[in-house]
């Protein structure tokens, strides 16, 4: 048996289960700037599904490579990753014609929509994460962090709702993809050039 933490031996009991040795491991990192984000069994990285299903089984007799990387880090590939695609949706957005007879669902697939929400709650979640680096309380075209939250979560809950009933909803629909989401793009892409301007150090966003 072999277990490395970034590629350095450490010590540990074979009678721990990947779980218990991961739980170790992230306990011991709390006092650190660094967090948990790959694991390697015999070579090969496990995904989240191959994860859970190994976390009970015992870590004897298998080579076990964990790997981390900075908080700082990691926040900044958050940020790029935001306003990457923050671009692509302005892409995506401007190459669809407004629908004459005022129903989107003329224009553009109803998975299509489904899959710009879906990144919507993702940048929404990546705000939540990187809230905490933030000190003050910064505002954003006249709103507060929290506020436009909430204003966030909202329309994201508004847009769910449209596109769990979307035949019933098509005007709706219309209205919340062609009037209201330019302006939270660019709001979006606001608060994340905010962070990645106070995030600073050492780390290239550009």
Do not use: C
């Not at 003329?106 to 998975?111: A, D, G, L, P, Y």
């Not at 506020?147 to 329309?155: H, P, R, Y």
């Amino acid at each position: 048996m072999s277990v490395k933490l970034d590629g350095e031996n450490i010590e540990v009991g074979e009678s721990h289960s990947l779980k218990s040795l991961v739980n170790q491991v992230r306990d011991e990192l709390e006092a650190t700037e660094r967090v948990l984000v790959g694991i390697k069994i015999n070579g090969s990285f496990l995904n989240q599904s191959e994860l859970e299903s190994q976390l009970t089984s015992k870590i004897d007799g298998k080579e076990i490579e964990l790997l981390t990387e900075y908080t700082g880090e990691l926040r900044g590939s958050m940020v790029n990753q935001a306003l990457s695609y923050l671009d692509d949706l302005e892409d995506w957005h401007e190459g669809i014609d407004y629908p004459m007879d005022g129903t989107i669902l003329s224009e553009v697939e109803i998975r299509e929509l489904e899959q710009v929400f879906e990144g919507l709650v993702w940048l929404s979640l990546a705000l939540d994460n990187l809230a905490t680096i933030r000190e003050g309380n910064p505002v954003y075209n006249g709103r507060a962090f929290p506020k436009f939250m909430d204003e966030s979560k909202m329309f994201l809950a508004e847009m769910e709702g449209a596109l769990e009933r979307s035949e019933e909803n098509e005007r709706l629909l219309t209205r919340l993809f062609f009037n209201d989401l330019p302006t939270w793009i660019e709001d979006y892409r606001e608060v994340f050039r905010e962070t990645r301007d106070y995030l600073g150090g050492p780390y290239d966003y550009n």
